[in-house]
């Protein structure tokens, strides 16, 4: 069942080498990933899952060990899923690679020193209808018998005139409610996001929130909201349920 789940932004501008010059802007939303984390490491999973959005070609199951890279967004800074096993050593490097989402993820538990359980990835399509992502998530806790999630996802792209949405007036109003719900561990009101209007705001952590949701179920965890703010435009938010 479900133990414990952390809730983080996917921006690569977590990383400071892809920030650059910007990096010192994020810090405190860093600062945040990381106590999340520590709640994560605190509860003694036996398997910490790892979900996040992701493109066509990044969708599905990623198996320990898996790479990502940052040399996309024009830095050489090369990423790991979790421990490497000997076969993932001689693994072709030419592998899929690890969704952008997840492999934000990976350098945030690597930043952290995460090493208190195996780590799995899972990349699910924004578009995902909220039932299918509550069986997802209840798939997802069954999984072990100590679960942990690691949940990546941005809120509304919208929030500023500058966002990469551009300024919507409805992206205040749904950030404050998907802020409120995850500080809150509130499992209905994340089922009842509305997917359309997600999807009209840029909302990448929508089918993300409500995998969390149907892992989550009966498993009476109580949320805290450790940051909630809308740098460039778009609503970062973190929390931390245990």
């Known amino acids: 069942m479900l133990v414990a789940a952390a809730v983080c932004p996917c921006p690569p501008l977590l990383v400071p080498d892809v920030a650059a010059g910007a990096a010192p802007e994020l810090d405190a939303a860093r600062a945040a990933c990381t106590d999340a984390l520590g709640l994560l490491a605190a ?7 790892v979900v996040g959005p992701a493109e066509q070609s990044g969708r599905g199951p990623h198996p320990e060990g898996t790479r990502g890279t940052f040399a996309g967004f024009g830095v050489d800074v090369a990423v790991r899923l979790g421990r490497e096993s000997a076969a993932d050593a001689g693994a072709d490097t030419a592998a ?17 020193g995460w090493s208190d359980a195996p780590v799995e990835g899972l990349g699910v399509g924004e578009p995902l209808e909220a039932e299918r992502c509550v069986r997802t998530g209840a798939g997802l806790a069954a999984r072990a018998e100590r679960v942990a999630l690691l949940v990546m996802g941005d809120a509304s792209a919208c929030r500023t005139l500058k966002a990469p949405g551009y300024l919507d007036e409805r992206a ?13 561990a509130d499992i209905d009101a994340l089922k009842a996001l509305d997917a359309e209007l997600a999807q009209e705001l840029k909302v990448a952590g929508r089918a993300p929130w409500q995998v969390l949701a149907g892992a989550a179920e009966g498993a009476g965890l109580a949320g805290a909201l450790l940051y909630d703010e809308a740098p460039y435009g778009v609503g970062y938010i973190v929390a931390a349920w245990s």
């Not at 509860?43 to 899952?49: H, K, T």
């Not at 899929?96 to 952290?112: G, N, Y």
């Open 172 to 184: 205040a109003g749904f950030d404050a409610e998907a802020a409120r719900a995850l500080g809150t």
């Open 96 to 112: 899929p690679l690890l969704p952008a989402s997840l492999a934000v993820a990976a350098w945030l538990l690597e930043r952290t």
């Open 43 to 49: 509860s003694r999973p036996d398997l910490l899952v």
